[in-house]
């Protein structure tokens, strides 16, 4: 294992910042910075998306010939590393990151030619619709079912916690086409236009009063059989392949010690009520340190996970070993951020965006006001992806071999 960065990784990291000044706006950073949801809003995305889409820096996970950068995983690692550095907006993942890639790995070629360029291009935005009322953590015991109708199939079911459905033009499914098969056999992976009668969405509100996810219903939706990816009762395959990408592909540290020496910075301006900073409360400090300490651990654990796929060995199970932790940091950097403001920290502004001419002034200062909406939204990252618990299960057996 060589975690260290080459002559060449470090041009890269000169070439990538210096794109950044030049390219990254301010009131996209600023957008980004006053963003309290787990995902951005699609209009600071989406024009951060043609920026790099334009630069040709876009499907940098993706192989070359489907459109990719050819990135080496360290130079993915350093772009997204001087991505946080810089306050960029998080690109559209469900697209990006995760159907992206399963089109170029088990998509025909037609699909490759139809579907990826309008995700580059930010023609097509997709949602995820895998989880179920009655199947989250237990994905295999979905109900809805595709059945083959003539030239098309017929959809019919919920879906639920489906993140930025009410912007989506499309949605990748997971849905039974059997229902005799056990359930990793009946499960097909198709591809659904929003835009018709047979689709409807309605919206869940979070903790915070942030609208990210949905709820779907699929009554007699249709969908034209040449967007089954793979073939029938292979979508629990390319489900799990998917799920990897959602829980490694990501790199979290870079964003998580963003986020902290950001706090460290602010701890040394915030009073703590009694007469000196924050940054001289010691109980305070060995907290941020100890949260610090981790997430360079994790940055560690990340790159070394890289180093395997730069020998082109999978991420691997361990990549739950790395949404597990940084989950758990997300939450305690955010906590750490309610401490330090203290009475200006926990209360909640529930006006929506935080950015733009109409935002609200702050009572206090914009890292103040973020901090409740922050920290609510925050309880979700234990849970999408595949909760802590289920992690843990993963990482008993397949890692541990227990
Ligand atoms: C903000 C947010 C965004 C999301 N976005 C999407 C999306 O875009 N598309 C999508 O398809 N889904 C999405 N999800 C859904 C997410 O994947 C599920 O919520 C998750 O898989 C958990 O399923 P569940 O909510 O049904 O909880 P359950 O599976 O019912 O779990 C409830 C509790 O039981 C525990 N538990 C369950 N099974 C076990 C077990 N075997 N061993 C130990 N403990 C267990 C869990 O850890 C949890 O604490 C999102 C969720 C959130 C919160």
New binding site residues.
Partial sequence: MDLSFSSEDEAFRQEVRHFLDENLPDHLRRGARASPG?FVEPDIGSEWQAILYRKGWLAYNWPVDCGGTGWSPIQRYIFEKECALADAPSLPV?SLKLLGPVICRFGTPEQKTRILPRILDGTDFW?????EPG?????ASLKTRADREGDHYLVNGQ??????AHHASHIFCLAKTSQTEKPQKAISFLLIDMAQPGIKVRPII?LAGDH??NEVFLDNATTPLDNLVGEEGQGWTIAKFLLENERGGACHAPKLLSDLAKLRKAAANEPDGQGRSMAEDRLFMFRLSRVELAAQALETTELRVLADMAKGLPPGPQTSLSKLVASTLRQQVDALAVRLYGYAGIALEEHRPLYGEDAPQPLYSKEAQLAAPRYLNSR?WT????????QR?IIAKTVLGL
């Fill in positions: 787990v469900l949602c995820q619709g895998f989880s199947a989250g953590s237990d994905l879906k639920i916690w489906t993140t930025q979070g990210e996810v979700a849970i999408f992806g595949g909760t802590n618990e289920v299960t």
